[in-house]
Structures are given as C-alpha cells and as structure tokens.
C-alpha cells in the first residue's frame, strides 16, 4: 500500500473543493446544483476516509509529508499531516459531508444559493489547505481565505444586523490577520525560513520569538475570541444562515485553535510562559462562567446557542496551564523538556473536546434552524410548546445539549471526564471547580429551552403563529445524523485517542 | 541610522498608528484606512528584511508582499462594499451613516 507522503491525496483535498468552488461559480444557473454539490461533499468525504486509513497504516502515525512541486521546504512549501490535522481534517470532511446535505435542502429553489455555494467550497478549501499545512505564511494566507469566505457568507442574509455583523467580523479577522503577519516577518528575519518545521529547530527563547509569540496570540485570540475578544462572535454566528451558522461554530473558530496549539506546543514552545499559560487558563475559566450567563440571558435561541460557543471555547484553554503543569512534573522524572508540550492526557482532553463540540454545537444549529423554520421566528419566548409539533427536532437539540453539559453517555462527558483527570493528577484543583460550574450553567440554559418547548399550556395573550412544515425531510435527518454521531463518540473515545495520542508533539515535526 | 533600520523603524511606525487608528476611529471608513496603514506597516518591514545582508537582494519576503497586497486589496474591497450597503440602507435622505 502506498504510503501517504507518496501518494497525491494532500495536494487533492485542497484542491477539490477548490474546483467545486469555480464549478458552483460557473454552473450557477444549474437546477442540480444541489446534488451536484453533494456529490463533491461525498468525494471530499471518501478521500479524507482513504487518508485517514492510510495514516493509520504506518505504525508509528508518524507525520506525513508532501513536497510541491518536489522544490523541498526552505525554497518550496510543504504540506504536512499529523495526528491532531488528520483529525482536524477527518472532522471537516464529515460535518462538510452533512452541512452541505443540509445546506442543500436548506437552499433548494433560493436565488442565494448562486452565492452561497462558491462561497461555501472557498472556506471549505481554506480550512483543509490550513490543517495540511507545514508553511508559516501559507498559513497567512489560508487565515484570510477561511476569513473574507466566512464573513462574506454572513452577510448573505443582507439583514442589516448581518451585514453589521459581518463587517465587525471582516474587521476583527483582517486585525488579526495582521498581528500574525507581523509576527511571521519577525520570525523570518530571525530564523531566515518559513518551514514550521525548521523555525522549530532553530526556535529558543530569544527576544524576537518571545515577541512572535505574543503578537501570533493576541492575533488569533481575536479570531479565536477568547472571553475579553469574544464581542463580535455572538452577532456574527447568530445572524448568519443555518448552516453557516454551524461551521463558524464547527470548525472556523477551530481553525485558528489549531494554528494556535500549532505555535504554542510545537513550533515556538521554548518562548511559553507559566505565567502566560496560567493567563489564557483564567480568561477561559472567566469564558465559561460569562458566555453561559450571557446564554442563560439571551431572547434569541441562535444568540444562546453562539454565546454557547463562547463557553464552550473556555474549556478548550484550559488545556494551556494543564499542559503546562505536565511538562514540569515530567522533567521531574529525568526527561528534559523546555517549555510545554502538547502530548499527554491535557492534549488528548482539549483534541476530544474540540471534535465533541464541534458535532454537538453543529446538531444544535442545526436543530435550531429547523425549529426557527418551523416557527417563523429566533424569538426563545415563540418556542413555547414546539415539541408537540417538532418532536424530532426537540430531541436532536436535547441530545446535542446533553453533550454539551457533559452528561453520559455523550462525547461531552468523556471530553469533561478527561479535563477533570487530568486537573486533578496535575495537582491543579482550581481548574475541577470551573468544569463543574460551566456544567451546572450549560445545563441552567439549556434546561430554560427545553422546559419552555415542552409546555404547552396555552396562555391568551400569545400570538398564535401558523406552524409551517419543514420543507425537506433531509433537514431533519440530517440534524439527527449529527446529533447519533455526537452520541457515537462517546461510545468510541478510544478510536480518537489512539490517533491524537502518540504522534502529536514535538516529536512529531 | 543603516536605511534597512530607517525602513524597520518607519514599518514599525505605521503598524502602530494603524492599531491605534482601530482603536479610536469611530467610523467604518476610518478603521479600514487603519487596517491598510497597519498592512503597509508590515510590508514596510518585510522589504527592509529582504535587504538585510547588504550584498543580495531575498525575493522571498518580496513575495509575501506581494501577496500581502492581493489579500489586503481583497479584504479592503468586502469591507468596503459592506460598509455602502450598509450606508444605502441607512436612511438616504440624511446621508450620513451610523
């Protein structure tokens, strides 16, 4: 069998959708545009199978590499592949798969779908070229592919809260954009290459990558929008079309994520502070408690579900002091490691988590949009009684919701199983108090909805709306494949711990 | 003062004052000036970097100010076009928007 370095598979999955991109483009006018689109969401799909088999193959998951052009790192730029971007790029060709079934009933015989499905394919092709890639400013310029298609999809509704929304968004992203930017000229001029492998080689504790390092922080930390940068995300994930909705949630928000723990963990990990670990740990444990009040305030389901997003990245930074601990207590025992590194139990918490809430924050947008669909408006006070009418959707939401509280047995509780272990054997017990409390919130908001959805006293003074029908059964089924998935993980933690366990680190590059 | 610390310093400058104009400027318009004052910032010292040695000229950085430039020149154009759409839909008679 051929290896996957060889083989031509990391070129192809940037350039499909970026083909399907240009078709949408051409055959805009086509009426199967639908299933033309499903079909390059289904061939994106069984490539990203094959590669994931293929990685698998080799024993050691050891990180693979595809020269273009054959020109070879500090001239050419190379794709690379490891544990953490297989699963990154496995996650993206799944919920592409589902979302763009949904997104096809959900834009059957709608004049918008010409923008929407190139649109679509260029942020699809920016989020796979990001999760192969081994080049510091390839990663630039996929920041801003993956930044001007998503916001130019928010602004698809052309409400005026959503071309607001995705102004704010636009701008944020382009800021920091260019806070990373600077960042890669300072690590050019002191390293001379932008191979991340080779930056990591040469990387120390100097001044100019401790200052790369803050700026390439505080840029993604906005895209990323960590609690004090999280003000444009609420408005640009609710007013965004459903499916949108749940790849901005999915994934975009993921995609800076990445290139984060990226710098942190493997290519800059001698500039990494205690101190600044411990920071990002309190911003995200302030995250959880203020994004899931924010929720529990919110009038608008969509706006619940996006300051949702808000809590729920706080987990993930707790991953930095866990992590960080861990590398201390295992110097201890002989092994020298400067710095944090990004293996062990914190890494394998934080990856599991990310795909948790990805499938689960994608079900609930979903199910969300079908229920708004349904009752003709986002108001939470109009969802009084749905699931009389909606009873599958109210399901898909509470199982996605059960995830995302952290109850069993979801891909939620194995995710906040993993944080608490390994809070606990780090000696960190502040950071147990934070898991359980965020726990106790996301269930305050969630249980706010489903008690409201379940009621149905009839009270006089509420407009009666006519219930309208969904208009496609794929709507529905779609949601619930996301929302079986969510429940599958639970029961197969250990497929994505084997994978994101021993290859990611700095062994790995 | 070298010319390639004169170019580093002046980038520098304009990065700053780009992030300072975001932080302040109230209106749309100006926060894209901003944003583009801080990108022309960075592109300063992307070139001063390509002269670093003195004897040869590195294309690489060159390169990534050239792409630096389409990107800036297409993010520019979105933001603009949203910020008119959103102006259009502002009330026409006053002329002014938010």
């Not at chain 1, 906005?222 to 994934?251: E, M």
């Not at chain 1, 379940?454 to 709507?475: C, E, H, I, M, Y």
């Not at chain 2, 070298?2 to 926060?31: C, D, N, P, Q, W």
Request: aromatic share 10%.
């Amino acid at each position: 069998m051929t290896s996957l370095s060889s083989s031509l598979l990391l070129p192809i999955i940037v350039f499909l959708p970026l083909i399907a991109a240009l078709v949408g483009f051409i055959l805009s006018r086509n009426t199967f545009q639908g299933q033309l689109n499903v079909g390059f969401a289904f061939v994106q799909f069984l490539i990203v199978v094959l590669m994931t088999i293929l990685f698998l193959d080799e024993q050691s998951y050891q990180s693979a590499v595809y020269q273009i052009g054959s020109w070879g790192a500090p001239l050419g730029i190379d794709l690379v592949v490891d544990g953490f971007s297989i699963l990154m790029i496995g996650l993206t060709g799944l919920l592409t798969l589902i979302l763009t079934i949904y997104g096809a009933a959900y834009y059957a015989d709608d004049p918008k779908s010409l923008r929407f499905w190139p649109l679509w394919w260029l942020l699809i092709a920016g989020l796979n070229a990001l999760f192969v890639s081994g080049d510091a400013f390839n990663i630039y310029v996929c920041l801003e592919i993956i930044g001007l298609s998503a916001a130019a999809l928010v602004a698809l509704q052309s409400t005026r809260a959503s071309l607001e929304a995705a102004l704010r968004y636009l701008l944020v992203g382009l800021l920091g954009s260019l806070f990373y930017l600077m960042a890669i000229a300072i690590l050019y001029r002191s390293h001379g290459t932008l191979d991340l492998a080779q930056i990591a080689a040469s990387s120390g504790n100097g001044l100019p990558d401790q200052v790369a390092m803050i700026l390439i922080t505080i840029g993604l930390l906005l895209k990323i929008a960590l609690f004090p940068l999280h003000f444009w995300l609420p408005q640009a994930h609710a007013n965004a079309p459903t499916p949108v909705s749940a790849i901005l949630s999915a994934l975009v928000v993921k995609a800076s994520l990445y290139v984060l723990i990226k710098f942190w963990f493997e290519v800059l990990s001698g500039s990494t502070t205690f101190g600044a670990s411990q920071v990002l740990g309190v911003l995200g444990g302030i995250a959880i408690v203020y994004g899931s009040w924010k929720a529990f305030r919110a009038t608008q389901l969509k706006v619940l579900i996006a300051y949702s997003t808000v809590a729920q990245l706080g987990y993930i930074f707790l991953l930095f002091p866990l992590s960080e601990h861990a590398a201390n207590t295992s110097s201890f025992s002989g092994s020298s490691f400067s710095g944090s590194s990004f293996s062990g139990s914190a890494s394998q918490a934080a990856i599991y988590f990310i795909v948790a809430h990805a499938c689960a924050k994608a079900a609930m947008f979903l199910s969300a949009g079908n229920l708004i669909l349904s009752q003709g408006s986002g108001d939470i006070a109009q969802l009084k009684g749905i699931a009389t009418r909606e009873p599958l959707n109210v399901l898909i939401f509470t199982i996605a919701g059960v995830s995302l509280i952290g109850l069993p047995p979801s891909a939620g509780f194995i995710a906040k199983w993993l944080l608490l272990t390994t809070s606990i054997e780090s000696g960190q017990w502040w950071w147990v108090l934070v898991v359980l409390s965020g726990g106790l919130l996301a269930a305050m908001y969630l249980f706010k909805i489903l008690s409201l959805a379940f009621d149905n006293t009839l009270d006089d003074g509420a407009v009666q709306r006519q219930p309208k029908a969904l208009s496609s059964k794929l709507l529905t089924s779609s949601a619930l494949v996301l929302a079986l998935i969510t429940l599958a993980l639970g029961f197969n933690a250990e497929f994505i711990l084997n994978i994101s366990n021993p290859p990611v680190g700095v062994s790995g590059i | 003062m070298s010319s390639e610390l004169l170019y580093s310093l002046t980038g520098l400058g304009l990065f700053a004052i780009g992030l300072l104009g975001i932080v302040v400027a109230g209106h749309v318009m100006r926060k894209i000036l901003a944003l583009n004052i801080m990108g022309i910032g960075i592109f300063m010292l992307l070139i001063a970097i390509a002269k670093q040695d003195g004897s040869f000229v590195d294309p690489v950085p060159h390169a990534m100010v050239l792409t630096g430039i389409v990107i800036a020149a297409a993010g520019t154009a979105l933001a603009l076009n949203l910020m008119v759409r959103l102006h259009r839909m502002s009330d026409p008679k006053q002329g002014k928007p938010k």
